[in-house]
């Protein structure tokens, strides 16, 4: 056996111990996080960043302990935000006093909290791509001496041959396009413009070492290399540019798929990282490191249909993005699990093949990994803390805070 198998079938029987010694055993899912693994994947983040802080992307951990945890390790500074209404959840909680929005916000209600509150704004850097998302927060004003800090999204993509490649994100790509808008900032009264985002998703979020794909693999390699080339070029051009126009405090750029590359880039101060720090599934197969995942769910046994069948209860946490079966949780403990073609991960049950099922018993838990970071606390109030085989502490996910951002 593979000292690869040998790993998961530990971590199937830790798992198993550190729930059975709970006082009152928990409902499905259960939602575990690895400490261990955990703090080794943020000390890994920090020698990748080279010196360069990192700022947590809480969308991809989405429990307030973990965002403190990581914020605790030396080389993480500050937080990347999704919304309004979350950045000041963060700020009122104490969590940050550092957080930047990612996405353009028109959520009025949030926004007038943001700008009736100047500690708040104070702490709180709204992202803009148009100047039409100036205007909404003027109209959500409430007062008129509230400085508002403002970060512009720029388009990170990569241009070839008339086709672009990357997340359709901002409509800022030309440099006299940014410079212009920078300037509509600045012009503007109750406005500082604080900062930049690139986010390279074409680099930092897609698989480039699959050991079926090993064409396509090379492929997103090039491609890659050739987003990242034409990046930095654009990016010092930019920056030397808005150099002329106003001093930035940062210039955030990356993900955990890019963090070394893009720490390499002399324009960029920062690097977003989150889902470096949990692993999910499609994080499995980067060259640039190697993955320990942190984050599972327990499912129990409920159904036998066959001796060689195990029917786990619920299952179907199905993750975000273009659908395939890359989006799927993936039964990671026992190893050899797998989903059925016909039924795959079904929100009432999943039935599951592979030799362990013969093994499992009605009542056993089955250990699996979700596709994506942070998607996984959507659905649980509790996680469980476990370093080892025991449970150090259970915390609420954000929707155990009642939040839902």
Known sequence: MSDHLVERNRLW??????????????????????????????????RRAGGKPLRVASKSLRVA???????AHDGFSGVLAFTVAEALWLHETGVSDDIVVAYPSVDVAALRRLLASPAAAGAITLMVDDPAHLDVVDAA???????????????AGLRLGGQHIGPRRSPLFDTAD???????????????LVGVMTYEGQVAGVQDDVPDQRTRSLLV????????????????????????????EFWNGGGSGSVEATAADGAVTEIAAGSGLLVPGIFDHYACFEPRPAAYFGLRVTRKPTPAVATVHGGGLIASGATGADRSPVPW???????TGLEGAGEVQTPLTGHPAALLRIGDLVWFRHAKSGELFEHVRDVHLVRGGVVTDVVPSYRGCDRAF
């Open 13 to 46: 029987a830790r798992l198993d111990q550190a729930v059975a010694a709970l006082p009152e055993p928990p409902s499905t899912p259960i939602a575990v996080v690895d400490l261990d693994a955990f703090d080794a994947n943020a000390a890994d983040l920090v």
């Open 65 to 71: 302990e973990l965002v403190r945890r990581a914020l």
């Open 141 to 155: 004003r409430v007062v008129d001496d509230v400085e508002v800090r403002i970060a512009l999204d720029l388009d």
């Open 178 to 192: 940014v410079v212009a808008l920078a300037r509509q900032v600045l012009e503007r009264d109750g406005f500082r």
């Open 221 to 248: 390699r090039r491609l890659k290399q050739a987003s990242m080339a034409q990046l930095e070029v654009r990016r010092r051009e930019i920056s030397e540019a808005m150099s002329r126009v106003a001093e930035l």
């Open 333 to 339: 403990a026992p190893p050899g699990l797998h989903l």
